[in-house]
């Protein structure tokens, strides 16, 4: 039995993967619920996957009023076209109006194969988001033409009106282990026919998991460092000030560092309270990536390089000095 | 083998400047290029076409401009190229688009046999959505792989080499399927002389909305169901507070200063 009313509900997509939910979910349950009070609406979560029951118990703490719950050994690992027939079936019983969905790797795979097949619109990468309290329809703010300019979007006849957000954007609410909130669950089970891709190996290439949208202190190159051989003196860097290193697209492109370590509008969202970028022009697809940050350096030859536009301190120069003298400098304290 | 890789003539994002006194977008000389993550498709296509053998087509929707990435994309070892275009199709968003090509996919099919393998780029570099892909996959029902840096014929099956966050899954999907790829770190293709010369003078089909069954209402700005409903330039510029000391020492230590000073650290 539910007590979710049709249409009167915001769901927000719990992803999960190995039982373990993505951050992103949790973080999205924060504007959720701001939305769902503005427009009197309730929050929902969503967790689809296998063995997630503790994180439909932990979306209620993180923000989430109900949580629909849907576990079954077919969802895990992630196939496209299980977690497709699961969420359009709970969208089709459950008539939300708006769906909102992290914009992970999966998240970006899956969001496009419901909407589609829905005929409803889809907004994607949202950086912010807004509702009319009285009709309850969204502004889906995001970046195009590479982060040079912004659009608000709307999808004025058609529900639900669906949105990703980036991981990052979006601070989690509190952990409140008081909260209370109602688990419903719901057995979609998938014929083995129906899913119609296999996952054949599974590599790790980077040996521990890099978790840049949690980092504190961010160190990153860009193509000032001129190859993978010079990225020792920002490992050492960070290494003196507890942080992490992350690199911008042209390094990534280069083939010097592999992609997880990206940060930018075709890689991660952080917002770490300190980023040294070292040798990053600034161009705008890296930039709309470090806007969460408290405060940026900018460490570059080129005095003339964007980058020094939305830094906080800013060092004319040559990085290859400058960053040995940074790590002496910290470590002496 | 039939492959078909779908491709969308962009704006070189990486050229776009702003105008600081209006703080608006100029677009005036920024050039039209093919969007680099299709020719990434593409070049998964040719090395298919030349390790197993196989007939590539690529499609694009767009203005008449737009038969010039057709071009490119013949000079680069594709066999045969379509323009989709119509003032109908104008204003589209990634739904309408999807719809658009799918159909348009069908009445190529129904003449060509079915395209065992769709292509397309992760996502284009003007809108970066990643959504016409799925959505072609959606509407021509069809399994989907996103994010491709490879992929290798095995039977009937297709593997492909998907990125995930910490490294690649091997991902079986059976054929007819579609993959949506990264950018890949095979040397580009190049192409020579004669193709180039070629591919200039090829003559390139246009599809109209009057060679296909498709219905209006799912075209264009009307049958899109996002609007945009206005644009602006992200606001920029902070006070920078520029370090400059006699030595690379002396400038970082008055940086960690500024750090312990703004309590960063």
Redesign the interface.
């Known amino acids: 039995m539910s007590t979710i009313h049709p249409g009167k509900n915001i769901f927000v997509f719990i992803e999960t993967e190995n039982g373990q939910p993505k951050n992103v979910g949790y973080e999205l349950l924060a504007p959720g619920r701001t939305l769902a009070e503005q427009s009197g609406q309730q929050l929902v979560g969503v967790v689809i996957g296998s063995h997630v029951e503790q994180c439909a118990r932990d979306a209620i703490c993180y923000g989430a009023e109900q949580v629909i719950l849907v576990d079954g050994p077919e969802y895990e ?1 992630y196939t ?2 299980a977690f ?1 027939i699961a969420l359009t079936r709970l969208i089709e019983k459950y008539s939300p109006s708006t769906v909102l969905m992290g914009a ?2 999966n998240g ?2 899956l ?3 419901i ?3 829905l ?7 949202c950086t912010s988001l807004e509702i009319n309290g009285e009709t309850g329809e969204m ?1 889906w703010t995001r ?16 529900r639900p009106q669906m949105g990703t957000v980036r991981p990052g954007v979006f601070k989690k609410r509190p952990y409140d282990e008081t909260a209370a909130g109602e688990i419903i669950r719901e057995e979609i089970s998938i014929a083995p026919g129906e899913s ?11 040996s521990e ?2 978790d840049l949208e949690g980092a504190e202190i961010i160190v990153a190159a860009g193509r000032g460092i001129g190859g993978p051989q010079n990225m020792g003196i920002v490992e050492e860097l960070a290494d003196a ?1 507890g942080g992490t290193v992350a690199v911008s697209r042209a390094v990534v ?1 280069a ?1 010097w560092v592999p ?2 370590y990206q940060v930018g ?2 890689g991660k969202n952080v917002s770490p ?2 980023y040294i970028a070292c040798g990053i022009s600034g ?3 890296h930039t ?1 990536g470090i806007s969460g940050a ?5 460490i570059n030859k080129d005095p003339d390089a964007p980058i ?11 990085l290859f ?2 960053l ?3 790590t ?3 470590r002496e304290g | 083998m039939n492959i078909l890789v779908c491709v969308k003539q962009v ?1 070189d ?2 050229e ?1 400047k ?1 105008d600081p006194e209006t703080n608006t ?1 100029l677009r005036n000389g920024v050039p039209s290029i093919a969007n680099p993550y299709d020719i990434c498709a593409l070049e998964l296509a040719v090395r298919c076409k030349k390790e197993h053998g196989a007939s590539v087509t690529v499609l694009t929707m767009g203005p008449e401009q737009a038969k010039a990435v057709l071009k490119e994309c013949l000079s680069l070892g594709a066999d045969h190229a379509y323009l989709v275009s119509d003032r109908l199709f104008g204003g589209s ?3 309408a688009t ?1 719809y658009i090509l799918s159909t348009a996919i069908r009445r190529l099919e129904q003449e060509h046999g079915v395209y065992d393998l769709i292509l397309c780029g992760k ?1 284009a ?11 072609i ?3 021509l029902g069809r ?5 491709a840096a490879d992929l290798t014929l095995a039977g009937e099956e297709i ?1 492909v080499k998907r ?12 054929l007819p ?1 579609l993959a949506t790829v990264i ?1 890949t ?1 095979f040397p580009p293709l190049v192409p020579t002389m004669k193709s180039k010369l070629a591919a200039n003078r090829a003559v390139i089909p246009v599809i109209t909305s009057n060679d296909l069954e498709i219905d209006p209402a799912r075209c264009g700005l009307k049958g ?11 606001p ?9 000391g006699e ?3 002396e ?3 008055q ?2 200063e ?2 312990r000073q ?1 309590q ?2």
Not at chain 1, 145 to 158: E, K, Q, R, S, T
Request: with cysteine.
């Open positions: 690992p496209t076209d497709s992970t790797g970006r795979d969001a496009p194969r909407s589609s097949r005929g409803t619109g889809l907004t994607a990468d502004v970046p195009a033409f590479g982060g040079n300019l912004m659009a608000m979007i709307l999808c004025p006849d058609h119609r891709t296999r996952l054949i190996e599974r590599i790790k290439e980077v998991s890099v000030l492109d083939g992609h997880a509008q075709t309270k300190l161009a705008i697809q709309c408290d405060y940026v350096v900018a020094f536009e939305l830094a906080d301190w800013g060092i004319v120069g040559d000095e400058i040995p003298a940074l002496a400098a910290v | 704006p994002t990486t776009i702003i977008l968003d990634t739904l999807s996502q570099i003007d809108g970066d959505t990643a959504q016409v892909g799925p959505e996959a959606e509407e399994p989907q792989i996103t994010y593997h990125e995930t966050d910490d490294g690649y899954d091997i991902i079986g999907a059976k399927a950018k770190n899109s169901p996002t609007k945009v409903r206005k644009t602006f330039v992200p920029r510029g902070k006070k920078t507070i520029k370090i400059s030595n690379p020492e400038a970082a230590r940086l960690v500024a750090f703004a960063v650290l």
